[in-house]
């Protein structure tokens, strides 16, 4: 079982930087890839970007690339998403979640923290 906690949403005006991180219970967590997803009201989840269980490895979903940056820490349990350049659209409650093999089916989330960026 793993469990996940979310931190460091806010509210922040556009251009600015945020970084969001995932704290996760239990002994396995370098089992799991990692990764952050959103979802803005009225909108489908969105795929933010993910990271290999060894951390050497992350994919950032098309419309945050060049912007934000994602890391992990097994030492810590502990996963990160750096935002910079924030703008409006990406105001969204942003979600952790944990998987072993299917990204599109994570086995953990986290309950989420929102993010809003003003114009």
């Known amino acids: 079982q793993v469990q996940l906690v979310e931190s460091g949403g806010g509210l922040v005006q556009a251009g600015g930087s945020l970084r969001l991180s995932c704290a996760a219970s239990?002994?396995?967590?370098?089992?799991?890839?990692m990764g952050w997803f959103r979802q803005a009201p009225g909108k489908a989840r969105e795929f933010v970007g993910g990271?290999?269980?060894?951390?050497?490895?992350?994919v950032l979903g098309d419309s945050v690339k060049g912007r934000f940056t994602i890391s992990r820490d097994n030492a810590k349990n502990t996963v990160y998403l750096q935002m910079n350049s924030l703008k409006p659209e990406d105001t969204a409650v942003y979600y952790c979640?944990?998987?072993?093999?299917?990204?599109?089916?994570?086995?953990?989330w986290g309950q989420g923290t929102q993010v809003t960026v003003s114009s």
């Open positions: 979640a944990a998987w072993v093999t299917d990204y599109e089916s994570p086995d953990y």
């Open positions: 990271i290999t269980s060894s951390g050497g490895k992350g």
């Open positions: 239990g002994r396995t967590f370098d089992n799991y890839a």
